[in-house]
C-alpha cells in the first residue's frame, strides 16, 4: 500500500521561508515522476513543481526562482523548499507519486497525500 505523509506546512508573514516534506512507503514501481500541488479555496488544484523519471525538475511560472523541490532517495522524501511566500501562495500543499509524469507539471496515476496547509499573512 503506498502512502504518502505532508508535513512542514503553517503560517508565515509575506517574504518568510517554509520546507515542506512529502515521506512515501510502499512504492514498488521502478520509475516514479514526484511532484507537489496545491489548491487554495475556491480554485482549482494546480501544480508547483515536478520531478520526472530521470529528476529533471519542472516549476510553475509563479514559483519559478523561489520554490526548489528535491528528493532524497535514501530517505524516500520529496521536500519542497519555499522562500519570498506570498499571500497568493495560501492553499494546502499535496505531493503526488506515480510511474510516469503527464502533460506540463501532471503526475500520471497518481497516489496522494493528505496535505498540508500553508498560510502567508501580510
Known amino acids: 500500500q503506498v502512502q504518502l505523509v505532508e508535513s512542514g506546512g503553517g503560517s508565515v508573514q509575506v517574504g518568510g521561508s517554509l520546507v515542506l516534506s512529502c515521506v512515501y512507503s510502499?512504492?514498488?514501481?521502478?520509475?516514479?515522476?514526484m511532484g507537489w500541488f496545491r489548491q487554495a479555496p475556491g480554485k482549482e488544484r494546480e501544480g508547483v513543481a515536478r520531478?520526472?523519471?530521470?529528476?529533471?525538475?519542472k516549476y510553475a511560472d509563479s514559483v519559478k526562482d523561489r520554490f526548489t523541490i528535491y528528493k532524497d532517495n535514501a530517505k524516500n522524501t520529496l521536500t519542497l523548499h519555499m522562500n519570498r511566500l506570498k499571500p497568493e501562495d495560501t492553499a494546502m500543499y499535496y505531493c503526488?507519486?506515480?510511474?510516469?509524469?503527464?502533460?506540463?507539471?501532471?503526475?500520471?496515476?497518481?497516489?496522494w497525500g493528505q496535505g498540508t496547509q500553508v498560510t502567508v499573512s501580510s
Open positions: 503526488a507519486l506515480g510511474p510516469s509524469c503527464g502533460y506540463g507539471l501532471e503526475v500520471g496515476r497518481p497516489y
Open positions: 520531478l520526472d523519471i530521470w529528476e529533471r525538475t
Open positions: 510502499g512504492y514498488t514501481y521502478t520509475k516514479s515522476c
